[in-house]
């Protein structure tokens, strides 16, 4: 199973026994104009108190204030001057970043949103006949072992009866091995180059990967 938590959506998939596919959502918001199949919502509804309903798998609420559960682990991690100083979007939390209350409100908010792709993922095991053995995330290449922390915390709370191994991959690669693995033809069509370079425009970050060739 793999697990990608963007700014804006998240996904998951899920690959073994010679099947692959993404993991649909039921999601009936929509992207651009577009709906796209396995879209998750990345918004957490963190700021209206510990009684209201902090995430919402399938749909945005326009009336409520909301922040990308990509912003959360920055505070769960107690994330580095250094890290913080490269994403200035998380500014405008950090200020509750010692508030208790706030902290969980952000806790649970990323479990509900892992438990929500929980539910679906388990529902396509189930139709396919599959047993989650390992759990791949992608996570930004600046984000350290505290990040991982987090997520872990949030995986081990979704899935409490799992026994499979989580581990992590920067979104950068995850990209050059997606690419390298559907499109090496394409990529490589005459063996001249000695360095392939990837960018990744995300709405988080961007960053380059450089890869030596043979």
């Avoid at 918001?29 to 709906?35: D, E, H, R």
Wanted: aromatic share 12%; glycine share 8%; proline share 4%.
């Amino acid at each position: 199973m793999g697990i990608d938590v963007g700014s804006h959506r998240s996904r998951a998939a899920i690959r073994g026994h010679g099947i692959s596919m993404v993991v649909n959502s039921r999601a009936s918001f929509t992207f651009s104009g577009t709906c796209y199949p396995g879209d998750f919502s990345s918004y957490l509804y963190v700021f209206g108190g510990p009684d209201d309903t902090l995430y919402l798998p399938n749909e945005e609420d326009p009336d409520r204030e909301s922040m990308s559960a990509k912003y959360a682990p920055y505070i769960l991690a107690n994330a580095s001057d250094n890290v913080l100083a490269e994403y200035s979007l998380v500014n405008s939390i950090m200020e509750r970043k010692n508030d208790e209350a706030f902290r969980e409100l952000l806790k649970r908010g990323l479990g509900d949103l892992i438990r929500a792709i929980r539910q679906e993922v388990l529902c396509a095991c189930k139709t396919e006949n599959l047993r989650i053995a390992r759990i791949g995330v992608t996570i930004p290449v600046q984000w350290g072992l505290e990040f991982e922390t987090v997520y872990r915390s949030a995986i081990s709370s979704a899935f409490p009866d799992l026994e499979a191994e989580v581990y992590f991959y920067t979104e950068i690669e995850a990209l050059a091995r997606y690419l390298f693995k559907h499109y090496q033809r394409n990529l490589d069509p005459r063996h001249e180059y000695t360095t392939m370079m990837f960018l990744d425009f995300g709405g988080h970050c961007m960053v380059r990967l450089s890869l030596p060739g043979n």
